[in-house]
């Protein structure tokens, strides 16, 4: 693999929100097509864990949108991971998460650790000077950090024309820039449900509606507040390819859809990949290990029971063959799966384990999870770090071995995560590939 290229050639800034809600992942679609009308290439990439608002951002611009987490990356692997998008595209948007101070692992942090400035995204659907007040307060809080957070601009989102907006753009006091807003259009808008948003492919951003609020962005502005971030990372670490034979094959359909874009590019980087759709009726494909990430199994639970991928993959698990599922991944591993509408449905039957959804979120937390023994994804002792965030539950055989303890987070029953059989580990837990876990996983494939 080549040294990442030099963190120069991508510029960029952060768009923060006051909350969740407020309308980030538009404004970030809206903000891309403007900088695409001036002339420019722009990636964007996701503060947080998250997987679904980067697929609307690789939808809109149908290029990756890397997730930039240092829980999960660490800093070094953060650094590396924003350097990345500069083979893309020559400025890089960030859409933050939450609320621009909210969690230990913030976007504010983010912008820290990368030096980026911060426009911010308030809903100005209600106010008008207030929205002025309300970014002037986000700025002034930034004295309270322990990092320097940069707030330059604001970004009215859902504002009207005409004396709203410039009742908007006349409060914004001289110490912040006006970049412009977003209109309340009725296309401007993404379906949620459990877990979040719809993705991307579900129910994509109107290409119309983003062309109309791209006008009412000032992509000068925009590109003048953008900046060249801090990396002192060392490059791309090597990746040392495994014997060239070695194939893993990935799950990816309606049913497995949760795959950060840094995994897929370190599982290409080290072994040959090898796509398979069990939803559609695939067969599991010749293959020296198996990853199966998460997603909505439970939306697809009858067409899995009957894929003929799950009772090859029980053979082949049972045979020796590394298996990782993820999440939603684990649950396809599992004995049965029962879905909101009470119906049960047969799964592989690997992992001795019975999965049910839930009316809530179980778990929502960054995770770390230290090995209780070797396993495909680490050996005893060492600490992986990842997230979870799952609408399920599940019931484990009393005498069920797990590959982990979880130092931080859930889990599967509040202390224990990564459920092993023969060579196979499933983990409610989802891995960054910088985390060293899928480093392991292909090792344990050439093993």
């Known amino acids: 693999m080549t040294d990442t290229p030099a963190p ?14 407020v309308g980030k992942t538009v404004a970030t679609l809206a903000v891309c097509r403007s900088l695409e009308r001036a002339g420019r ?64 692992v913030s976007t504010a942090a983010v912008a820290a650790k990368l030096d980026l400035p911060v426009v911010l995204v308030v ?38 024309g005409g004396r709203h907006e410039q009742g908007i753009a006349g409060a914004i006091p001289d110490s912040m820039h006006y ?50 971030p801090r990396v002192e990372a060392p490059p791309e670490r090597p990746a040392e390819p495994t014997d060239a034979t070695v194939t893993v094959a990935v799950a990816e359909d309606d049913a497995f859809r949760f795959v950060y874009p840094s995994v897929r590019e370190r599982l290409a980087a080290r072994a040959t990949v090898e ?25 697809h639970a009858a067409a899995l029971s009957d894929s003929p991928a799950l009772s090859t993959l029980a053979d082949r698990a049972a045979a020796g063959l590394p298996v990782f599922g993820e999440c ?9 799966l029962r879905t909101d509408d009470g119906e049960e449905h047969e799964m592989a ?53 797990y590959a982990f303890e979880v130092v931080r987070g859930a889990g599967f029953d509040g202390a224990n995560d990564g459920l092993t059989e023969y060579r196979t580990v499933g983990t409610y837990g989802h891995f960054h590939a910088e985390s060293g876990a899928f480093d392991a996983f292909v090792e344990s494939a050439d093993g």
């Open 41 to 104: 290439t722009p990636v964007a990439a996701k503060a947080g864990p998250d997987f679904i608002d980067p697929s609307h951002h690789a939808v809109s611009l149908d290029r990756p949108s890397r997730t930039l987490d240092p829980w999960l990356s660490g800093d070094d692997g953060l650094q590396r991971t924003y350097a990345r998008g500069a083979r893309d595209g020559d400025i890089c948007v960030v859409e933050g998460m939450m609320g621009l101070y909210d969690g230990d």
């Open 123 to 160: 809903d100005a659907a209600s106010g008008m000077e207030s929205v002025a007040a309300t970014a002037l307060g986000f700025r002034t809080y930034a004295d309270r950090m322990e990092y320097d957070v940069d707030v330059v601009g604001v970004l009215a989102a859902r504002a009207h």
């Open 179 to 228: 970049v412009g807003r977003t209109p309340p259009l009725a296309g401007l808008s993404v379906p949620d449900r459990h877990l979040g948003l719809h993705g991307g492919r579900e129910a994509p951003v109107d290409d119309d509606a983003l062309a109309a609020a791209a006008r009412h962005l000032d992509a000068t502005e925009l590109l003048a507040l953008a900046r060249r």
């Open 349 to 401: 039957g690997v992992l001795p384990v019975s999965t049910r959804m839930t009316d809530g979120p179980v778990a929502l937390d960054h995770v770390g999870l230290r090995a209780r023994r070797d396993s495909i994804l680490a050996p005893r002792g060492e600490t992986v770090r990842g997230h979870e965030f799952h609408y399920s539950a599940a019931t484990a055989d009393r005498d069920a071995r």
């Open 275 to 299: 796509p398979f759709a069990p939803v559609a009726g695939d067969d599991l494909p010749d293959c020296d290990a198996v990853y199966l990430p998460g997603g909505y199994p439970e939306r």
């Open 8 to 21: 120069a050639d991508l510029p960029g800034f952060v768009l923060a929100g006051t909350a969740s809600g």
């Open 328 to 336: 939603g991944g684990a649950m396809v591993l599992g004995e049965s």
